[in-house]
DNA sequence: TTGCGTGCAAAGGTTTTGCATGGCA
DNA sequence: TGCCATGCAAAACCTTTGCACGCAA
C-alpha cells in the first residue's frame, strides 16, 4: 500500500480541520469555504481524495443523508471506538447523535445469524426523527 | 392542495410500472428505459416531478443508497406492511438484500423508548458484507 | 531521483428548472 | 376555458478523471 503515506501540507490542514469539527459532520463545501477563509485554499479534487483514503483507511466517516445536499465527513476519534455506537442522524435537523448501547451487539447478532450479513458498524447510520424535531409528522 | 390531482397517461403508466415491480427497488434510469421500450417514452423531468409528488404523497418510497448510482424507488403496497423491512446493502459486492424479518420492530422499539428517536426504515440502510462475499474479511 | 500528491480543467452523472405547448377537468 | 402536467433543453450540482507540474522521501 502506497497510498496517502506521503504527509502533504494539504493533508495537515484537511485533519486539523476535521478534528477541530470533532462529532461534527461536514461537507467538502464547508470544508473548502474555510480553508479558503483561511489562506489555506486547496483543490476540490485534493480534498474528494484526501477523504476518499482517509474513510478507507478507516479515520473519517462519510453520511449521505440525500443527494441534494452532497456527503458529510465526520472524523473518527480513536479515543471513543464508535464499534458499540449508534449512529442516528435525524433527517430534519441533520444532528448527528452518539448513542453508546449494548443493544447494537444483538443486533449485529441476529442479522449475522438469521441473515449471514456482517455489518459494518462505522458505515451504518440510522436515520430518522429526533425527539426535539417533534414526531408530529409522518 | 392542487398537485398531482390530474389523472394523466403518464402518471397512469407509471404507477403500473412501480406496481408491478412490487418490492423492487428501481431507478429513474429503469423507469425511463422500461417505458421506452414499451412504446410510452416518457421525459426524464416528467418521472421526477411525478415520483417527487408520489413521495410526498406517501405512495412511494425513495431511497438514497450512495450518492454515485442515485436514488431508488418503490412503491408502497398497503396490504404489506413494510414494517418489517431490512435493507441489507453490501460494501463489496453492492448488492442491496432487502429482508422482512420482525426483529427490525424490536429495534425500532428499542431505540424509541430508550433513545427517543424515530428510524425511518425507508431511509436506513444497513452496510456489511454479504455472505458470498465473505465476511470475515473487511 | 522516483513516484505520489496536487490543482486545474473537463468530463461524468443525476437532478432541477424555464418556458412553451399540450391535455385534463 | 383555466390551470396543471408535460417535454425539451439548459442549467445546476456533486463528484470523478486526465494530465502536467510540484513536492515528499
Redo the contacts with the bound molecule.
Sequence with gaps: M??????????EL?LNYLRECGENHI???EISAYLTNNG??????????????LVEQGTVRKY?LD?????CYQYINEEKTCNSHFHLKCVNCGTLFHVDCSFLSEIDSHIMEHHRFAIDNSKTVFYGVCESCGGECQ
Design positions: 502506497k497510498k496517502n503515506n506521503y504527509n502533504t501540507k494539504q493533508k484537511l461537507t467538502v463545501q489555506n485554499p486547496m483543490g476540490i479534487s485534493t480534498i474528494y481524495r484526501q477523504l476518499d483514503r449521505i443527494g441534494r445536499s452532497g456527503a
